[in-house]
């Protein structure tokens, strides 16, 4: 009876042990060395440490600021627990944000949450305490021990250096994915060390500039300009309407380039039918590829789902509603369950599949899309940014997050066997559909999307 109390005992001490080791709060992972709880009314602020600014001139050199990201290696004792929670954290925000910016757009939609996410932490590190606080509970990283007047505040470049490694996950020689910042400061403010260098932990490239604000015109002429140079042609016209009383214009700019896994067969590529809505269709090229794929057809959802990879470390999910349910419908229910559910219930069978080409390049402001979410208190009116630099009244004008995909229109080498493999189920991808780009690893999202017409 002894020996099987002491068992007993054992078991639940093991299972103590290995509960303890599973779950860790976010906050813990990410807390500031030596933390302690700050009131939040608190008036007296540290001395802010600036960085020199570089004004923005006709022929401005083209290197981007020092970039100072340890590599993933660096950290790789502690990178697989830092990695999943953020990328369970980064998920659930980024599927809350699509929701309410899809309600803006009319056609299709692209949204980054690795990226989005970032962009919050980088701004966190100049919020005042009180939007500090509001940040963190978006974010899900508040202590739990804290009380409405007081915050621990979290290690900001830490989650920005997580969030990179990441994004560097799902680089390889297959895809492509590049994230460069655009910083740009009035001529009459300055600019916290802390986020200059927020800005490099985030990104492979980023560049921070002073401008004369008081010739909108002519600025949004000069740091348009600057930005088209620095991307190579590649992005054109981001700013617009700027405003002489601007402080600070802010973008982020990812690009995402895939390629499929299973080679699209060229010969039988052909213009068909998309429907845009139940009365519109338009002609697009549908790329067809009949092999195995790990597909589910939900239909207590009412949709369809294929994984396609795109390389051995990342996957495309894409989402076709069946043949009368609209879009929204399977959007309404989206969750971060959902999408594990699904991943859940792929079974591998041989499709005959058709997918039109396409990409998408869109620019989302992010302080329109959390003033539609009623969330001024993060970085509109609301929000106050004592800690970005040492001028007064300093305010955040624009948040731009540019997102492209561009996927290659063959892919690899097509290696699979499917002589003799029986008749394949046919999916045609013919109407507005859904799809997200997973970093395979990790599970993290890093782009989220739909397709309403693939020719704009």
């Known amino acids: 009876m002894h020996k099987l109390l002491s068992y007993f005992i054992l078991i639940i001490w093991l299972s103590s042990v290995v509960t303890n080791r599973v779950y860790v709060h976010p906050f813990g992972l990410f807390a500031l060395d030596n933390v302690s709880c700050e009131t939040v009314e608190a008036q007296v602020e540290k001395p802010l440490k600036t960085v020199e600014l570089i004004h923005i ?56 949450p690795v990226n989005t996410f970032g962009t919050l932490v980088n701004f966190y590190l100049g919020a005042s305490k009180h939007t500090a606080k509001n940040l963190q509970q978006f974010l899900g990283l508040v202590k739990e021990t804290d009380s409405e007047k007081c915050v621990s505040l979290f290690d900001g470049h830490k989650v920005l250096q997580t969030l990179h490694d990441i994004s560097s996950l799902a680089k390889g020689t297959e895809d492509e994915l590049r994230t460069v910042t655009w910083t740009f400061v009035s001529r009459k403010a300055d600019l916290s060390e802390d986020f200059a260098l927020g800005t490099q932990d985030l990104s492979d490239a980023s560049y921070i500039r002073a401008v004369d604000f008081s010739k909108p015109q002519e600025a949004e002429a000069r740091v348009n300009s600057f930005i088209q140079t620095m991307s190579s042609g590649k992005i054109k016209h981001l700013f617009k309407d700027i405003r002489p009383s601007s402080d600070l214009l802010f973008a982020s700019s990812i690009h995402f380039k895939g390629n499929w896994g299973n080679a699209f067969q060229p010969e039988v590529t052909s213009l068909q039918e998309f429907w845009v809505d139940e009365k519109t269709s338009i002609k697009v090229p549908l790329m067809t590829h009949t092999g195995n794929y790990n597909y589910l057809n939900d239909k207590g959802g009412k949709c369809a789902v294929v994984k396609l990879p795109l390389s051995k470390k990342t996957y495309m999910l894409l989402v076709l509603p069946h043949e009368g349910t609209h879009l929204d419908h399977i959007e309404a229910k989206l969750s971060t369950t959902l999408i594990s559910t699904w991943h859940q219930h792929l079974k591998e069978g041989l499709l005959k599949l058709s997918v039109p080409k396409f990409s998408i390049d869109t620019v989302n402001d992010l302080k329109v899309t959390l003033s539609h979410m009623k969330l001024p208190d993060l970085l509109g009116r609301g929000a106050s940014f004592q800690r970005l630099s040492t001028k007064e009244n300093f305010t955040v004008d624009q948040v731009l997050n540019k997102v492209t995909l561009e996927m290659s229109g063959d892919g690899s080498e097509d290696l699979d066997r499917t002589q003799n493999a029986g008749p394949a189920l046919k999916l045609t991808v013919n109407r507005p559909f859904l799809f997200t780009i997973v970093e395979g690893n990790s599970d993290a999202i890093l782009l989220l999307g739909r397709v309403t017409n693939p020719t704009q």
């Open 57 to 112: 001139e006709p022929q401005d050199s083209i290197e981007p600021d020092i970039h100072t990201q340890k590599g993933v290696e660096s950290r790789k004792q502690s990178i697989t627990q830092h990695i999943s929670v953020l990328a369970s954290l980064q998920n659930s925000l980024g599927l809350r944000l699509y929701q309410a910016l899809k309600k803006q757009k009319t056609t299709n939609t692209l949204f980054s």
